[in-house]
């Protein structure tokens, strides 16, 4: 199940694909990478095979590569591992929001039913 087919970062549409091969990113081992952004052509690139949730935090991560490089962190001396730490607690936030509100909405809807 595709998540979505584009997003737009700071009115710049990204375009979101799924694949079932390995998803490469120069430098890593194929095997260890669930979704890669890639600035050049405005994709984002996710592991067809994960569940909704995992998907869903991966394609979170990803948009937070997508929002530092519309910003122009590309262009500072941001290494690669304080931008994982910013995209990984940026998504990690945003999954535990979506998490809270679809259990208070989920919570009321029975309860009006009740």
Request: charged share 25%; aromatic share 6%; no cysteine.
């Given at each position: 199940?595709?998540?979505?087919?584009?997003?737009?970062?700071?009115?710049?549409?990204?375009?979101?694909?799924?694949?079932?091969?390995?998803?490469e990113?120069?430098?890593?081992?194929?095997?260890?990478?669930?979704?890669?952004?890639?600035?050049?052509?405005?994709?984002?690139v996710?592991?067809?095979?994960?569940?909704?949730?995992?998907?869903?935090?991966?394609f979170l991560?990803e948009?937070?590569?997508?929002?530092?490089?519309?910003?122009?962190?590309?262009?500072?001396?941001?290494?690669?591992?304080?931008?994982?730490?910013?995209?990984?607690?940026?998504?990690?936030?945003?999954?535990?929001?979506?998490e809270?509100?679809?259990?208070?909405?989920?919570?009321?809807?029975?309860?009006?039913?009740?």
């Open positions: 199940m595709t998540l979505v087919a584009r997003v737009k970062v700071f009115g710049q549409t990204v375009r979101v694909f799924e694949t079932s091969d390995k998803v990113k120069h430098g890593f081992d194929p095997e260890h990478v669930n979704g890669v952004f890639d600035p050049e052509h405005n994709i984002i996710l592991k067809s095979n994960l569940k909704h949730r995992e998907k869903f935090r991966i991560h948009v937070g590569h997508a929002l530092l490089s519309r910003l122009g962190m590309h262009n500072t001396t941001l290494g690669h591992n304080l931008e994982e730490l910013i995209v990984d607690s940026y998504a990690t936030l945003l999954v535990e929001a979506f809270i509100e679809l259990k208070h909405k989920l919570k009321s809807a029975r309860q009006s039913h009740d």
